[in-house]
């Protein structure tokens, strides 16, 4: 069975990149699949306030799944700064594959997949933008495309 059987259910989830997995935030039995589809990465961007609301203990259940934990806080478009893209890159970087890649939504995720590609892998706008919806990107849309003059 392929990862996106494994995991369906999950909401908003795609794949922009080979063993990169973009959603929303998945549920703690849905955790506890992507876990067993052999996921070893969770990338969080969902800030702790917004976790603590949510009442998951992500990263206890996460690491008790044998999974890597790590958490990029990005409450919104003031948090999406290149020190934030740089430690995403360096994140996704050090993990490897598979991973999965989540906030809320997916809506982050595709942003911040946007401007990863436009400022450190040298994307045109244009195409950063349309890598960034096909990663989740929504409502952000509109700040992105401001963000990087597209």
Not at 55 to 70: F, H, K, Q, T, W
Not at 74 to 82: I, N, T
Request: net charge negative.
């Amino acid at each position: 069975m392929s990862i996106q059987e494994s995991l369906k259910g999950v909401p908003n989830l795609c794949s922009p990149y080979d063993g990169v997995w973009s959603a929303g935030q998945p549920s703690p039995a849905q955790l506890q699949a992507i876990a067993s589809a052999g996921i070893s990465t969770i990338i969080n961007l969902r800030p702790d306030a917004e976790m603590q609301a949510c009442g998951i203990d992500e990263r206890a259940l996460v690491e008790s799944l044998g999974m890597n934990y790590v958490v990029i806080p990005v409450s919104g478009p003031g948090s999406l700064q290149p020190d934030t893209a740089r430690a995403f890159d360096a994140t996704l970087r050090e993990a490897g594959t598979p991973v999965l890649v989540h906030c809320g939504s997916g809506n982050r995720v595709g942003a911040l997949f946007a401007l990863r590609a436009a400022w450190l892998q040298g994307v045109a706008p244009a195409q950063a933008v349309a890598l960034g919806k096909a990663a989740g990107m929504t409502a952000l849309e509109p700040a992105i495309r401001g963000i990087l003059g597209a």
